[in-house]
């Protein structure tokens, strides 16, 4: 099994093998820890300080004082929480610097990555958004959907397939899945939105695509979504 690793999220080495150790072994004292992983008793109890600080462990009152994991669900919650504020000071930071540069093509690899890329640009986007995409993408991305009604945002929303059924908000319509299949191949995912799109295919059970904002990417999406919704 591979061994966890949370450097890449702020996490030091350390920490990562003391956590991944307390959910093995379950609640221990600092010493009984530093015994089993074999590290030195001095440096299991910065890493444990450290994962109680960042609410990836917590510490009994006892004495010596027990440390218990939190689940992974709630410290994988943490770290997404902590990554999405850091992401929006560094979007708010850039925006202040305008919008000059070149235009980029970012590759895509897998559901969390689109979901990501799609609930950003649509959640930022001053002007119209189109969204092409399947009732459960479309459901997952519901909480940006009713922000942008709430705002009274121009968006559509187009659901290749059948018409959901008790969906909260409007639909605009729906795009037969064997269109999608000759257009692309596959079933498709598309979003339009001033400045950027984002296209994307599902392809046995691998997904792939490109978030872009080269304005000839978004003219060639546009006028593919133009002709299927037709």
């Not at 003391?18 to 530093?34: C, H, I, K, M, T």
């Not at 479309?138 to 397939?161: C, F, H, M, N, Y």
Request: with cysteine; aromatic share 6%.
């Amino acid at each position: 099994m591979e061994s966890l690793d949370f450097t890449p999220f702020g996490f030091t080495p350390t920490e990562s093998l003391v956590y991944e150790a307390l959910l093995e072994r379950g609640p221990s004292s600092g010493y009984r820890l530093s015994k089993a992983i074999s590290i030195a008793r001095a440096n299991t109890y910065q890493a444990l300080n450290g994962l109680v600080a960042k609410g990836a462990a917590v510490a009994g009152e006892e004495t010596p004082r027990v440390f218990r994991a939190v689940a992974p669900d709630a410290l994988l919650a943490l770290v997404a929480r902590g990554q999405a504020r850091q992401l929006d000071r560094l979007e708010r930071q850039l925006r202040d610097r305008g919008s000059a540069g070149e235009p980029a093509i970012v590759p895509i690899r897998g559901e969390r990555e689109l979901q990501e890329l799609v609930l950003r640009t649509a959640a930022r986007a001053a002007g119209p958004v189109s969204f092409l995409g399947t009732e459960r993408q479309i459901s997952q991305l519901l909480p940006v959907w009713r922000k942008r009604a709430a705002d009274g945002a121009d968006t559509e929303l187009w659901v290749a397939g059948a018409r959901p059924k008790g969906f909260p908000l409007t639909i605009k319509g729906t795009v037969d899945a064997d269109a999608l299949e000759r257009h692309f191949g596959a079933p498709a995912t598309i979003l339009l939105a001033p400045g950027a799109t984002v296209l994307a295919t599902a392809r046995e059970g691998s997904l792939s695509g490109y978030w872009s904002s080269d304005p000839i990417l978004r003219g060639a999406a546009s006028a593919c979504l133009a002709a299927l919704t037709a």
